[in-house]
T-cell receptor, first 112, second 112 residues
Framework: KAGVTQTPRYLIKTRGQQVTLSCSPI?????VSWYQQTPGQGLQFLFEYFSETQRNKGNFPGRFSGRQFSNSRSEMNVSTLELGDSALYLC???????????FGPGTRLLVL | DQQVKQNSPSLSVQEGRISILNCDYT??????FLWYKKYPAEGPTFLIS?????DKNEDGRFTVFLNKSAKHLSLHIVPSQPGDSAVYFC???????????FGQGTTLQVKP
C-alpha cells in the first residue's frame, strides 16, 4: 500500500505571495492532519480534516487554510507569505484521526 | 504552555547497549502516546505507540513504558544499533481529535 505523498517537495516563494501544498493520504484513510516544523518551534499542529470537514485547528493565523476533497486528498494554502513561514510542512493521515498518524515526506517551503 | 516535553536534547550510547529516551506530559486528557523517528528534511516515521490503559508495549527492539501517575513515558531500544541514530519525537493525542502534540525531540547517536 502506498504511503502518504506530498507535492511539491520543495518550493521557493517571495514575501506576499501565496502557496498551495497538496497531500494524498494512505488509501482508506479519511483523516488528514497538517503540521509545521521549524527549528525554533518544533512540530506544531495546523489543522485536521475528516470527511471534507475541518475538525480541529491549531493556533495559526487565518492566512493558513486548508480543505479536503471527497477522495480524502487535502490541500493547504498559505496566503500573504511571510519570512517566518519558511518551514517543513508535513501532512499525516490516519483512519479516523485518533491513533497512529502516518506522515508524508514533507514540503520544504522557503520564503525570500 | 508546552504540554509534552523531552528534556534531553541529545543522547549518546554505544552500539549494543540500551538507549532510554524520556518524555513528560502535563495534560491528563491524553489517552494515547506515540514515538516517531525522524531524519532531517524527511517526515517522521512511526515506531511504536501505547494506549493510556496500558503501561507497556513492546515491538522487537523497541519498548515503550507509560507511568500515568508520573505523567511520564520512555522508549527503550535494546540493543542499540548505529542505524538508530536519528531524532526521536514523542507525541500525545486524545481519541476525540486528530491533533498530536509533539515534544521537542531528542537526538540519539549510537556509536559503533
Amino acid at each position: 500500500k502506498a504511503g502518504v505523498t506530498q507535492t511539491p517537495r520543495y518550493l521557493i516563494k517571495t514575501r506576499g505571495q501565496q502557496v498551495t501544498l497538496s497531500c494524498s493520504p494512505i488509501s482508506g484513510h479519511r483523516s488528514v492532519s497538517w503540521y509545521q516544523q521549524t527549528p525554533g518551534q518544533g512540530l506544531q499542529f495546523l489543522f485536521e480534516y475528516f470527511s471534507e470537514t475541518q475538525r480541529n485547528k491549531g493556533n495559526f493565523p487565518g492566512r493558513f487554510s486548508g480543505r479536503q476533497f471527497s477522495n480524502s486528498r487535502s490541500e493547504m494554502n498559505v496566503s500573504t507569505l511571510e519570512l517566518g513561514d519558511s518551514a517543513l510542512y508535513l501532512c499525516a493521515s490516519s483512519w479516523t484521526g485518533s491513533g497512529t498518524q502516518y506522515f508524508g515526506p514533507g514540503t520544504r517551503l522557503l520564503v525570500l | 504552555d508546552q504540554q509534552v516535553k523531552q528534556n534531553s536534547p541529545s543522547l549518546s550510547v554505544q552500539e549494543g547497549r540500551i538507549s532510554i529516551l524520556n518524555c513528560d506530559y502535563t495534560n491528563s486528557m491524553f489517552d494515547y502516546f506515540l514515538w516517531y523517528k525522524k531524519y532531517p528534511a524527511e517526515g517522521p516515521t512511526f515506531l511504536i505507540s501505547i494506549s493510556s490503559i496500558k503501561d507497556k508495549n513492546e515491538d522487537g527492539r523497541f519498548t515503550v513504558f507509560l507511568n500515568k501517575s508520573a505523567k511520564h513515558l520512555s522508549l527503550h531500544i535494546v540493543p542499540s544499533q548505529p542505524g538508530d541514530s536519528a531524532v526521536y519525537f514523542c507525541a500525545a493525542g486524545s481519541s476525540n481529535t486528530g491533533k498530536l502534540i509533539f515534544g521537542q525531540g531528542t537526538t540519539l547517536q549510537v556509536k559503533p
